[in-house]
């Protein structure tokens, strides 16, 4: 079975923008409208789902989205505010749902057998993404922290975060990012590749360091001297080490933003926390 029966199988609905097939996957995108009376709806916001077979499972995901100006085909994710009075929530499903599709019936069983129409399994996917449970405001305080933590991180090495970075193809099922600016275009002193974000984190590290250490009287002040080999050799040394923070830093966005699926680092396991709102999917 291809995309193209797949996408046969699904019957469009009123509220469908677009019902599109995988060029890289067997399966389809569906993009929808969030109900008139939506405060989603009148910010422009879209519901993204992707369903696809992988080795006879069913797999896929959905999300809150928004098009992008310039390109039609591609969507923004927008991850949920914790302000707004009603969110919804993204998350995505892979084979250890046990979400399995008989090519005979042309429909998706579950673990219990249970099985529906792919149109009601939309449905139910769409249930669950605009669903409001207290255990799932506890988990999207969790993605608003680590969404912070990622602008930091951004931020170390002169870059910024934003969902918007990172969008959907219609027709593709893998994220693309993206082009990052070149990092850090003029070396401190012509030859450390030192971020100034990072440079000046250490240096209110440092200083507050320097005076306890005074005060307390711990060191000689006469230490403190420009003409001091030790001190020097101190400072090299730290911004070596500043340096090597910023390129691996810099290094491991790099590595999230080509989105290699075989090898994710921290900076991805912390992006793909968002999608891990999972709970039970019930046919």
């Given amino acids: 079975m291809d995309s193209e029966n797949f996408n046969e199988l699904y019957e469009r609905q009123v509220d469908d923008l677009e019902v599109v097939v995988f060029k890289d996957a067997n399966g389809i995108s ?25 080795n006879d499972f069913v797999c ?3 999300e809150r989205v928004k098009q ?35 090519k005979d019936k042309k429909k998706i069983y579950d ?27 506890i988990k999207r305080l969790r993605t608003s922290v680590v969404n ?4 930091i991180l951004f931020w170390l090495v002169e870059r910024k975060y934003t969902a918007e970075m990172f969008f959907f193809s219609i027709n593709e099922i ?12 003029d070396p401190l002193f012509r030859y450390f590749k030192i971020s100034r974000n990072i440079l000046l984190v250490f240096s209110i590290v440092l200083i507050p360091f320097l005076f306890f250490i005074q005060y307390k009287k711990l060191m000689n002040s006469n230490l403190f001297n420009v003409a001091n080999p030790l001190l020097l050799f101190s400072c090299l040394i730290s911004f070596f080490l500043c340096e ?6 810099d290094n491991k966005i790099r590595e ?3 989105e290699n699926e075989e090898k994710r680092n921290f900076i991805s396991k912390l992006y793909y926390i968002q999608f891990k709102h999972s709970f039970k999917l019930k046919l």
Avoid at 148 to 151: I, S, V
Wanted: glycine residues 2%; without cysteine.
């Fill in 148 to 151: 912070r933590l990622l602008e």
């Fill in 174 to 185: 893998n994220k693309k990012s993206s082009v990052l600016e070149k990092l850090v275009k």
């Fill in 244 to 249: 090597k923070v910023t390129l691996l830093l």
């Fill in 111 to 137: 673990k219990n057998e249970k099985s529906v129409t792919i149109n009601k399994f939309v449905e139910i996917l769409v249930k669950n993404h605009v669903k409001d449970k207290f255990i799932l405001k």
């Fill in 60 to 62: 896929g995901g959905i």
């Fill in 256 to 258: 999230f933003s080509d």
């Fill in 30 to 54: 569906i993009v929808k409208k969030y109900p008139e009376k939506s405060k989603l709806n009148k910010d422009q916001s879209l519901m993204f789902i992707r369903l696809y077979l992988s």
């Fill in 68 to 102: 992008d100006k310039k390109n039609k085909k591609r969507y923004h994710l927008v991850t949920s505010n914790l302000k707004s009075k009603r969110m919804v929530t993204n998350f995505a499903f892979n084979e250890e749902e046990n979400f399995t599709f008989n």
